[in-house]
């Protein structure tokens, strides 16, 4: 069975259906996805092994001519094949590698972007259903070993045909050496998988462990300021600390495993490489072969080193991706909170009324609405009178009349936005980060927001003011100038209902009360909710609700400095 992730109106059309069953069905759709890239390296991979295979042949063969009798022509023309042999392996090579990065790339660039299309698509919902850790550790060491795995087939696939060639060629020769290749080669390669088991139990310990770190160095550096303030930077740093040396040991026990599969790739096949000399020079000393069958015994048994040691390294490459995949899909697997209605409502043009009949908060269509809410509920609040999830049995909030998980989710992103505290500033020029809702805002609107949110002042401070680039997070400004580019991208995208959470908590007082006026002026004729208890907000609201402690309802919404 397979799971549709992503929306067909959105997903282009180079993204497949996604098949999440487990990790083997993940990879198999990266194959089916694209597959002339593996095809493609696969019989360059062919082309570039079997010369190498045919190569110790050829020579045998030139020293038995000329042993023989066959004089300087029949050396001549082997080595002429040879030479032929040598340039269709370095054309074949220059080949492989191209189409081997290709594989690659196409593995890396499909992971990453059904990965990043699920981290959209679950929106806000990620953060409660996933380490941010795990999520940075699948786009970036998860989606590499994937792409290793990719790279690996086109040689794996020439080292199997070369070295069946190289068998099927040997067991002509001498069917007793034939048998012992036939025997020895395959047993080389078993001896190898015992070792893959522990090998993937390590890799998935020392993912995990990366994952938690990760997160924990994430949530360090984004509160890094504050934990200067209490003073607790010293003792985070020494959590950080232990944690970085479970993952350095889970490390070293991963890495342990693979030195003894690298040995075992390197000690079995040389094995069977002595026992074949071994026994075609016994061979050679009764006569049963000639002197160059031996060398060309000898050459091949060395040649099937390599397919050993690329059959090896395979399954290494395989078994990462196999745990990578399996990562992958459990990030794929999640469910967001909302999900598109089989039957959305339309919206009505033009403001968009606010209404919860479970808390009774009510925003007229148009005005400015203020909400006095205890301070842990507003996040809950903000969150139930934008998102289009309720409990069963809990009646809906309603946008414009229509509830709203009857509301298409593109029309309610579209036409609400909800901005609190906790909105993070990305990385980038502060133009790119402003008009990010809707790019093709003109400047004069750019300016009216960056007025209306008092954060003109905090441009013109930057070097290149809006071309300077913003830190990750925003880290270089003030709580109370980051509050005010937030705030400034949030009156920037215009939407026709607006929740606005606290949005002038880290402002002095004389800043909030300019905030407060001009917000006003500027969302006049839009819906506009704000959660705060200033006084100073609540003196230019058109309406003022106040919620009591608890889960009671709230009472109906009032006009402005009516008693509660």
Aim: proline letters at 8%.
């Amino acid at each position: 069975m397979t799971n549709r992730l992503f929306d067909p109106s959105v997903a282009p059309a180079a993204v497949p259906e996604v098949n999440v069953r487990g990790p083997w069905s993940f990879l198999w759709w990266l194959v089916r996805a694209r597959p002339w890239p593996l095809v493609l390296s696969a019989l360059l991979g062919t082309a570039w092994m079997v010369p190498l295979a045919l190569t110790p042949l050829v020579v045998g063969q030139a020293i038995d001519g000329a042993g023989q009798g066959g004089g300087a022509g029949d050396v001549v023309l082997w080595a002429l094949v040879a030479l032929g042999l040598g340039a269709v392996q370095a054309l074949a090579g220059a080949g492989l590698i191209q189409a081997a990065v290709g594989a690659e790339a196409h593995a890396v660039s499909y992971s990453h972007r059904v990965l990043m299309r699920q981290v959209v698509r679950l929106g806000a919902t990620l953060r409660g259903k996933a380490r941010s850790g795990d999520v940075a550790a699948s786009a970036a060491a998860d989606v590499e070993s994937i792409g290793q795995a990719f790279e690996v087939v086109g040689r794996t696939v020439g080292a199997v045909i070369a070295a069946a060639l190289v068998t099927v060629a040997l067991t002509v020769t001498s069917p007793l050496l034939g048998l012992a290749v036939l025997i020895g080669v395959p047993a080389a390669v078993l001896g190898i998988g015992p070792l893959l088991r522990p090998l993937q139990a390590r890799d998935e310990a020392q993912r995990e462990q990366m994952g938690i770190a990760t997160s924990q160095a994430g949530d360090i550096v984004a509160g890094l300021r504050i934990l200067r303030g209490i003073g607790g930077e010293a003792r985070f740093a020494e959590r950080f600390r232990r944690t970085s040396q479970q993952v350095r040991r889970a490390g070293e026990s991963a890495g342990r495993m693979e030195a003894w599969l690298q040995a075992a790739g390197v000690l079995l096949p040389g094995l069977v490489t002595v026992g074949i000399v071994w026994f075609g020079a016994h061979l050679a000393l009764n006569g049963a072969i000639t002197a160059g069958e031996l060398i060309a015994f000898y050459g091949a048994s060395a040649f099937l080193t390599l397919p050993v040691s690329t059959a090896t390294e395979a399954a290494e490459t395989v078994s990462l991706a196999r745990v990578a995949a399996g990562r992958i899909c459990t990030l794929l697997c999640l469910e967001p909170d909302t999900v598109a209605p089989p039957h959305p409502e339309p919206l009505p043009p033009g403001p968009l009324s606010l209404t919860d009949p479970e808390t009774g908060i009510t925003a007229r269509a148009g005005r400015l609405t203020v909400v006095v809410a205890p301070a842990d509920r507003t996040g809950d609040l903000a969150d139930r009178l934008t998102r289009p999830v309720r409990p069963d049995g809990i009646p809906p909030v309603l946008l414009g009349g229509v509830p709203l998980d009857r509301v298409d989710l593109a029309e309610l992103r579209s036409r609400t936005l909800r901005s609190g505290p906790a909105d993070p500033l990305f990385t980038g020029t502060v133009r790119e980060e402003l008009t990010a809702a809707n790019p093709t805002r003109s400047p004069e609107a750019l300016d009216r927001a960056l007025w209306a949110a008092d954060a003109t002042d905090v441009v013109d401070a930057l070097p290149g003011g809006l071309d300077a680039q913003l830190d990750e997070g925003g880290r270089t400004l003030s709580g109370g100038q980051r509050q005010r580019l937030v705030l400034a991208r949030a009156l920037l995208a215009s939407p026709d209902a607006l929740v606005l959470e606290d949005p002038t908590a880290s402002v002095d007082a004389h800043t909030e009360a300019r905030v407060a006026e001009r917000v006003a002026a500027l969302r006049t004729g839009r819906t506009t909710l704000v959660f705060s208890d200033s006084p100073l907000w609540r003196g230019v609201a058109d309406h003022e609700i106040r919620l009591n402690p608890g889960p009671a309802p709230a009472h109906p919404d009032r006009p402005a400095g009516e008693p509660s």
